[in-house]
């Protein structure tokens, strides 16, 4: 079956992704940081039978994993994957995944709240995220009675989640404002509009290839519709000035260069380090979407940059690999997709 990053959607040019997320906990249960292993258990058992043996025809799409059974690899490859979050696999006793079948919707057990309930989708797509993600809310709090305050909404365990709990991100390819140095000036603006701009995978991380994630910081007090239209209007500015900045440099020969560099690269290198190939993958999706690059879809690119990370990658070899052997296998990955496509070449890239 196909997983939701195959495919591009909507504005998917500079928007690669949607997220929505909702933050529950239990009423029964204190949060997870003052729960036993035990209590742990207890959770992710009523969690994992209200899901798998609930009144839903979703119920069948879903698997547990056991977290504490993964191997580091695969376990790294779900962040990767953008399945769960970094913090969620630094400690998996007690914890545990309820997995969509094409990896579109995931929930977390007993990380910082007893459920995180993620939608992911291609593009932007911010209503229907919401819709599929309150759906099995909705399901779900009809059998685990979640924490909820008239006054503060649901109750989280980190305050700055209170109210709707919900998080609204949208993941941006901006190469072209990136180039222009543009993204400190752009992040602190966007905090005063009560947004964030992180890296690709979220707090504290860094922006491998021109990717950041922009979400809401604002859950108390506003509606889920106000904070995604919110979103939604800032996400659509960006787009637009990151398509700005992408005209600018279609007479810019060291960008063409850099773009035309890649694609060779992309083709032919044996040895391909993780690093290297986020920015080699970057600059032919911005090629593409300058058109510089021609008869190739997006969605080979989007499949890349999950596919060719490091944990992912030996979950795919089904063993440990050395990163000179990563090296090796992450460009021969490259290389046989790329020259599948039977791209000739562009008269753009010859020009």
Request: aromatic share 4%.
């Amino acid at each position: 079956m196909d997983k939701w990053y195959d495919k591009s959607g909507s504005e998917g040019d500079v928007i690669i992704s949607t997220r929505i997320r909702f933050a529950r906990n239990l009423k029964e249960y204190p949060f997870p940081c003052r729960l036993s292993d035990e209590g742990k258990c207890k959770v992710a058992a009523l969690v994992k039978d209200a899901v798998l043996n609930g009144n839903s025809v979703l119920a069948n799409r879903f698997e547990y994993i056991q977290m504490s059974e993964l191997t580091q690899e695969e376990a790294v490859s779900l962040v990767e994957r953008h399945l769960v979050s970094p913090e969620f696999i630094s400690d998996r006793q007690g914890r545990g995944l309820l997995l969509f079948d094409d990896e579109s919707v995931s929930i977390m057990i007993n990380e910082e709240d007893h459920l995180r309930i993620q939608v992911m989708s291609q593009g932007l797509d911010l209503d229907n995220a919401y819709d599929i993600a309150d759906k099995i809310d909705t399901l779900l709090d009809e059998q685990l009675n979640f924490a909820f305050n008239d006054k503060l909404g649901y109750l989280t365990q980190c305050p700055t989640n209170l109210g709707t709990g919900m998080r609204a991100s949208l993941m941006l390819h901006l190469p072209a404002l990136q180039q222009s140095k543009a993204m400190n000036r752009i992040a602190s603006t966007l905090s005063k509009l009560g947004l964030v701009l992180r890296g690709m995978y979220g707090e504290g991380s860094e922006p491998k290839g021109a990717i950041y994630q922009l979400s809401n910081q604002v859950t108390l007090g506003i509606s889920e519709e106000q904070a995604m239209n919110n979103l939604k209007d800032i996400a659509m500015q960006l787009v637009a000035q990151e398509k700005e900045a992408r005209n600018a440099l279609v007479k810019n020969i060291e960008a063409i260069d850099a773009i035309s560099r890649s694609y060779g690269l992309s083709r032919y290198a044996r040895l391909i380090s993780n690093d290297e190939c986020m920015k080699l993958l970057s600059n032919i999706r911005l090629g593409i979407a300058m058109g510089i690059i021609e008869k190739m879809d997006l969605d080979i690119i989007n499949r890349l940059m999950i596919e060719t990370q490091p944990a992912t990658l030996m979950k795919n070899v089904g063993r440990k690999l050395t990163p000179s052997e990563r090296d090796r296998i992450r460009a021969d990955v490259v290389r046989s997709t790329m020259l599948k496509t039977n791209i000739p070449n562009s008269r753009r890239l010859q020009e």
